[in-house]
């Protein structure tokens, strides 16, 4: 077997060596296991983040509020400055909502559109111009199973996500011939302190962990490695011909009609 990969880099335990990642909301959840992944996988990482502090020592943070432009200028040229450029980005930063289109006011929908759209907007923006030089570039979005299936009570949450989705392949056209890369990841439900914040807001948050449980067919929740390791590969040179493609990580949600036990 060949030891040099379809990207013409050799296939390696450190695929990611000499490549600069920024990672958006990573301080925390599935961006914290993201982060931490592509280090020990040999990049240099830089977490965006309101808070950044207690990270681990292979992360580095920078402060960043991706609802303020002149903030994400500032922290993504930070990182490019400090090392060499950017490569890859992964816009995972993201709030949630809960209710249906009576229960969410304009309020709640400028403010989960800010930062779920409009945020990953202003950050890949920001990159643009470094990852233009990168001979490995490439943009991995969070977008989410809410975007191609309806959800209860997540009608922001999931229009946000079905603009993620949209936002993602209209980026791969426009940048594919700069060779820039953008692919998502659509997860199911994941167990971090996001969802059991939004547990916290039912009246019977038991009750509704259980049945996040069991609407995944495999019966459980996607942890946030597993989310990682797709957004890694996603990322990776090896995925190089792999571009406007999303990747679900959902448990076979989308796509498996199993019976009920």
């Given at each position: 077997?060949?030891?040099?990969?379809?990207?013409?880099?050799?296939?390696?335990?450190?695929?990611?060596?000499?490549?600069?990642?920024?990672?958006?909301?990573?301080?925390?959840?599935?961006?914290?296991?993201?982060?931490?992944?592509?280090?020990?996988?040999?990049?240099?990482?830089?977490?965006?983040?309101?808070?950044?502090?207690?990270?681990?020592?292979?992360?580095?943070?920078?402060?960043?509020?991706?609802?303020?432009?002149?903030?994400?200028?500032?922290?993504?040229?930070?990182?490019?400055?400090?090392?060499?450029?950017?490569?890859?980005?992964?816009?995972?930063?993201?709030?949630?909502?809960?209710?249906?289109?009576?229960?969410?006011?304009?309020?709640?929908?400028?403010?989960?559109?800010?930062?779920?759209?409009?945020?990953?907007?202003?950050?890949?923006?920001?990159?643009?111009?470094?990852?233009?030089?990168?001979?490995?570039?490439?943009?991995?979005?969070?977008?989410?199973?809410?975007?191609?299936?309806?959800?209860?009570?997540?009608a922001v949450y999931g229009a946000s996500?079905?603009?993620?989705?949209?936002?993602?392949?209209?980026?791969?056209?426009?940048?594919?011939?700069?060779?820039?890369?953008?692919?998502?990841v659509n997860p199911g439900t994941v167990?971090?302190?996001?969802?059991?914040?939004?547990?916290?807001?039912?009246?019977?948050?038991?009750?509704?962990?259980?049945?996040?449980?069991?609407?995944q067919p495999t019966g459980r929740m996607?942890?946030?490695?597993?989310?990682?390791?797709?957004?890694?590969?996603?990322?990776?040179?090896?995925?190089?011909?792999?571009?406007?493609?999303?990747?679900?990580?959902?448990?076979?949600?989308?796509?498996?009609?199993?019976?009920?036990?």
């Amino acid at each position: 077997m060949s030891d040099i990969s379809k990207s013409g880099r050799p296939f390696s335990n450190l695929p990611f060596s000499g490549l600069t990642a920024i990672v958006t909301g990573g301080a925390s959840g599935i961006g914290l296991a993201t982060a931490t992944l592509l280090a020990s996988r040999g990049a240099q990482v830089a977490v965006l983040d309101l808070r950044i502090g207690g990270l681990p020592d292979a992360l580095q943070g920078f402060e960043c509020d991706i609802t303020d432009r002149p903030s994400v200028v500032r922290a993504v040229d930070a990182v490019a400055e400090q090392f060499g450029g950017v490569d890859i980005l992964v816009n995972n930063a993201g709030i949630g909502s809960v209710g249906t289109v009576e229960e969410n006011d304009d309020e709640e929908w400028a403010r989960v559109l800010n930062v779920n759209v409009i945020g990953m907007a202003r950050v890949s923006a920001a990159a643009m111009p470094h990852l233009r030089r990168s001979s490995h570039a490439a943009i991995v979005n969070l977008c989410s199973i809410a975007a191609t299936s309806g959800l209860p009570q997540r009608a922001v949450y999931g229009a946000s996500k079905a603009a993620v989705y949209g936002l993602t392949i209209a980026m791969a056209t426009d940048h594919v011939r700069e060779g820039i890369r953008v692919n998502c990841v659509n997860p199911g439900t994941v167990h971090t302190p996001f969802v059991d914040k939004n547990l916290a807001k039912f009246a019977d948050p038991v009750a509704e962990l259980a049945a996040l449980n069991a609407r995944q067919p495999t019966g459980r929740m996607v942890t946030p490695e597993e989310v990682a390791s797709a957004i890694a590969y996603l990322a990776s040179p090896d995925s190089g011909s792999t571009t406007g493609t999303a990747l679900a990580v959902d448990g076979g949600m989308h796509t498996l009609r199993v019976r009920a036990e």
